[in-house]
């Protein structure tokens, strides 16, 4: 029986932690961590996000702050916000709900965002940061996987990690995680992608398999090896008839098959998706409470 990895729970775990020290924090130095999120237009997805990235504020005793922009919205009026907020002391972190309308370039505002408060961890210097192992801020679902693994007791250390997908946001940046030289990674690391002649001659080399590819249970049980670990990152919506709403969400995996061979096994959705809001949560306290960019 593979261990399926709970990511709500510990997801709740972590958020209880925060909310702790983030009580700590405002007995002790008077800091209320704060997060300022940018929504512009009306993408329903991204209106869904937004409250709940401000409802976990809510429940961790952040200062949150939702400011709404028209979808014609200039660039130059996203840049001022972010701006202000740069030099705003009562914001920690800025975020920039994504995708932006056309007439908007997105890496100009990302770029625009300080590294200081680039809590999504989007920002090339936090990027250059991981890549050298310096602190700075980690993109929320990579550090959420880590986080998964390593409080599931799952060894990293000389173990074979393979990621399917190289996206500048899960693929690209767990596998950079995963193969620092420190005591949470340490592992060998293959990243795959679309260019990979026969996908399955690698996926069935891991250990530990993430799998963050966007195509509906591409990841088969022919395709692992028995006691794999699976973290499966994708969150695809797909026709169901039987289903009341007609449709469901799954993963990248093949979830039933791949887990009567696993070790263990995230489940979609209740694996990685809660733990991203926890990471963001996570990194607006760390900015809050202001020593990660001492180095
Ligand atoms: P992208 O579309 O940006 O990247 C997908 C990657 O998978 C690309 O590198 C692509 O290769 C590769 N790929 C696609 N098809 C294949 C294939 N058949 N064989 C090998 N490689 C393939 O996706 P994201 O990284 O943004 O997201 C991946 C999934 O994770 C999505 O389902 C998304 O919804 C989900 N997600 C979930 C989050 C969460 O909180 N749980 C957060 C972020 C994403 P190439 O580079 O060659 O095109």
Redesign the pocket.
Known sequence: MALIIDGKKISDTIKQEIKEKTQELINSRGIRPGLAVLLVGEDAASQIYVRSKAKACEDLGFHSLVERMPASASEEEVLALVNRWNNDPSIHGILVQLPLPKQINEVKVLLAISPRKDVDGFHPENLGRLMIGMPGFVSC?PAGIVELLVRSNIELKGKHVVV????N???KPVANLLYQKNPRANAIVTI?????KD?SYYTKQADILIA????PE?IKSEDVKENVTVID????RIEDPNHPKGSRVVG?VDYHAVFEKAHAITPVPGG??P??IAMLMNNTYISAEGSIFNV
């Open positions: 679902t399917v997908g190289r996206s946001i899960v693929g795959c992608h679309t260019a990979a996908l963050a590819v966007g195509v591409v990152v994708g969150i695809n990248d990685v998706g733990m991203t």
